[in-house]
């Protein structure tokens, strides 16, 4: 039962190497993930600031309600 077991793992560890042997495209993915990174969190960014004020400005109208009673 070992044996078989080992016999097969081994198969798919073959047939795992023949699959990378394979040409890949000559497309540079990291320079696309790298850019496509720095773009989000550049939106991430301005998103964070436009709701930081807008959150800032509700909570000073929430003080201010407060306060004048």
Do not use: R, Y
């Amino acid at each position: 039962m070992k044996k078989l077991i080992g016999t097969i793992i081994f198969s798919l560890g073959l047939m795992g190497g023949v699959a990378l042997a394979e040409d890949t495209p000559k497309v540079d993915i990291g320079t696309k993930v790298s850019n496509h990174i720095s773009n989000e969190i550049e939106k991430t960014k301005e998103f964070q600031k436009k709701n930081w004020l807008a959150m800032k400005k509700q909570f000073a109208d929430l003080i201010s309600k407060f306060s004048n009673k």
